[in-house]
């Protein structure tokens, strides 16, 4: 099969007119219609629609097809008659899964709804058919039937995890990758939106850092040039900068990279940060009002623009729809392990939360206030960063917070000390050499403002929003201690 | 000076009331103004604002105040008399320069327009001046008065670039600087929301990459657990993955690096790449419709929703307005040689365009078609990537092309090669270790719809689009082969 042929405005494809002869060059400009605009209304028109052939049967003097493109599929058929002979039929059931076609039809109007399709009242009667995008032979049992399919006709791949990142192409053509990565997109378009409308600025802070921030732990060395630099672990040094510079409102979206050799369902050694940094006027509870705030914005766009997404996934991976509450709920730190303690759990006060009790504290908030999405305040000093504000009203605690989806941490976030002279205390209360952080302290010798933000996990909110149970279904190509590929 | 006082809702600086003693705490609930919103609207109103010391200047028993915020500033005025005293202007006259203070004063609309500053036609009479934020007193002449003055009142830096940049923080305080990040922010969100509206889904590809695309030359390396990873120097092949992956229509905004080792007015070794890959139905000439009207919608909404940032930055750096036509010129290569031969250029028809002939060609262009953006279509194929499609008429040229702002390359795209055999067969023409690339011609195995895009640099893009002559005026924190701070 020939693929390419340009010139003028001519096909770029051959295409096999199924009567027996080949036509070619065909018309330019022909619309083609997307498979989800096929509807009753449709009905008599005759169309052309480029799709994937997603299953083909055939049986005695017809074939069966089902159309797919994207989150959405058609039933085909393809019968010997007036307008198609015995050939056209078996070329047509000849043709590779997975192969892309172009195909001219009649929409006709079903009596029975065709469960098994998106487009469930109609179908197609095929007039023409040409190949478009053809799978080698060798490749397509071995692998699209396998991942594409998973031995099902719906779409929804049952294969295991590894296998279908391993391939990964043919694992986000499923109806349930198409729809994950569509919410995603809708996650970052709604975060962007929602802050620009508040007046903060997007900026782009660099990846490649000179000096590993907090002591250099977890952070990947790269060769630069004669010398050594480092991956940024987050942006927060430089969102900082950002308000010291006078932007005081800023967000950025971009990778993360963490050189932590943990293997969970809910790390990644690459992720994307949606990260925010503002200066308050008054409290820093400003600016815990204005993250809960965007991510309510998150959860409503969510609800009322995806819902299409969210059931697509939901048909393969069930879940409760997720649940909020507005304003949004605000714990205090103290009252969480009063909470657990009630609960049976034995902890100090200022111990941190394990990753049990978190999930435990996550399903005694859900029955107590009926909400996925909450925010623990006022964290103890000693288990958070050097440059974490302590809280002015007792030293035990500290101005920082983080926030939950489903009992699992999306967020962590502060008011950041912003006097050097501070800064240079508790950096020395927590044995980091000075010298290391010298730029870091230094930005803030030049007037800094009160201020405070967080970073979100774009894949972790996309995972628990959806009610998911791993981190690498919400990222497209997963970066993991054993995985960098594809 | 204290530096926090939280608690309840109390303020968290401690302020000096200037008629002699502390007033603390304050009223937490007290609006702040913005100071462009300081206009005659608000004569004879008694109103709070928060804003940086731009410049000050003691004169008997007043001091004049210029206070800045972001890309606005006013003029002040404290006067001993019924509301001030004298020790009150002393003080005042005394903060350091960049300090951030916090005033209360009534707003007077003044006879004359006072042309130093961006609100020209009121001043605000101080009755109060607290200090939130200070400058240490070592710090303030040694590096502000430099950098965010230059010895100047308008808020221009005069002092040189590598000054500038080693002190970032401050450079980024000038109006220009804010006026060109303001900007940049907008660009990104213009070329987001241009795609989505196209119907383009936002992807977010990795960073770290398990191999060396292109043969492995200008990468960098990392250390990545027991091995060795690479930085991506362009999402294009996830991009094209996505597209295989029945994505249809994709963008990104992110990252991208080169380990190059160019030291140029417009070379980085990170900078954000905005990217674009879409399916097309018949032509590629679809893609770069898609493109270039995504570059107009830009220019257009730069040009009517950004016409303060660029006067402010065209008050430092005077440049021609940017011209563009609607629709785009294309010329064709040949086209572009036939001009650069007729203006005295010796050059053969399948020879690169040298920078020094992108740019004579681009002023060839403005004097023709009056227009600073254009395409160049049908690139010699032996100078561009293996990938390339080549042009099925012709086989010295290709479906490629470049984009062009005032004569210097912002684009590189083409229609890529979505068959496997032939990709095999250009990547072996091309002497290309058919190993290294395996993963790569894998991904067109299993059905790829034809296809083509282009990677946009968006430092470039504000460079060239507000006439400036480096891109590190345009990246906030630009990186380089000498440069890896702050």
Redesign the interface.
């Known amino acids: 099969m020939c ?5 003028g ?5 051959f295409e096999v007119f199924l009567k027996g002869t080949l036509f070619f060059p065909c018309e ?2 022909r619309g ?1 219609v997307r498979v989800h605009e096929l509807t009753p209304e449709k009905a008599g028109q005759l169309i052309w629609v ?1 799709a ?1 052939i997603h299953t083909s049967r055939a049986k005695g003097k017809q074939c069966f097809l089902v159309l797919r ?2 989150q959405f599929n058609v039933q085909a058929l393809v019968a010997v008659g007036e307008r198609a002979s015995k050939q056209m039929v078996k070329f047509a059931a000849n043709i590779n899964k ?3 076609v172009d195909v001219e039809a009649v929409v006709k109007k079903v009596e029975q709804t065709i469960e098994s399709c998106s487009q469930q009242d109609v179908e197609l009667h095929i007039e023409r058919v040409g190949l ?5 032979d060798h ?1 397509t049992d071995k ?2 039937d396998r991942h594409a399919h998973g031995g099902r006709t719906d779409g929804r791949a049952t294969v295991n995890q590894d296998t279908r990142l391993d391939n ?3 694992d ?2 499923t109806t349930t ?2 729809a994950i ?2 919410l ?2 809708g996650v ?2 709604l975060f ?1 939106d929602t802050l ?1 409308n508040k007046g903060f ?10 000096a590993a921030s907090e002591g250099g732990a977890n952070v ?6 004669k ?1 050594s ?1 480092y ?1 940024a672990q987050s942006p927060q040094l ?1 969102k900082q ?2 308000i ?5 409102k800023v967000f950025c ?3 993360v ?1 963490r ?1 932590e ?1 943990s293997n969970t369902h809910r790390h990644l ?2 992720f ?1 940060g949606l990260d925010i940094e503002l200066a308050f ?4 509870h400003e600016v815990i009002e204005s993250i809960t705030d965007t991510m309510v914005q998150i959860f409503k766009g969510l609800r009322d623009k995806f819902q299409t997404e969210i059931q697509t996934v939901g048909k393969q991976y069930p879940s409760e729809p997720f649940k909020f509450l507005e304003p949004t709920l605000r714990l205090e730190y103290s009252e969480g392990v009063a909470m657990l303690r009630e609960a049976g759990v034995e902890m100090g006060d200022e111990e941190d939360l394990s990753t049990p009790n978190e999930k435990l504290l996550g399903r005694l908030v859900k029955e107590k206030y009926d909400t996925d999405f909450y925010v623990l305040d006022k964290y103890p000093l000693a288990v958070r960063p050097f440059y974490t ?5 007792d030293k035990k605690y500290s ?1 920082s917070y983080d926030m939950f989806m489903r009992g699992e941490e999306i967020l962590s976030g502060a008011q950041r ?6 800064l240079t205390e508790r950096a020395m209360h927590h044995n980091i050499d000075l010298e290391k952080i010298k ?1 870091y302290i230094d ?1 803030f ?6 201020h405070g933000g967080g970073g979100i996990g ?1 894949e972790r909110v996309c995972m628990l929003y959806l009610g998911l149970h791993n981190v690498r279904q919400t ?3 997963p ?1 993991d ?1 054993k995985r ?3």
Chains 1, 2 share one sequence.
């Open positions: 693929v390419w042929a340009e010139g405005r001519r096909y770029m494809v330019p400009d083609l480029r994937r493109q994207q997975e192969s892309i478009s995008s053809a799978l080698s490749t692998q699209t990964r192409v043919i986000l053509r990758s198409q990565f569509r995603q997109s970052c378009q962007r620009t600025v997007e900026i782009q802070t660099p990846k490649i850092i000179s990947f060395t790269v060769s630069y040039f010398t630099a991956l430089y900068m950002c010291c510079a006078d932007f005081d979206v971009g990778p990279f050189a050799d050694t690459e994307v006027n008054y409290h820093y504000m302590p809280d002015p009203n101005n000390i912003h006097d050097a002279q501070l730029s930005s010798r030049y007037g800094a403002p009160p774009l990222s497209m190509f970066r201690p960098l590929t594809p």
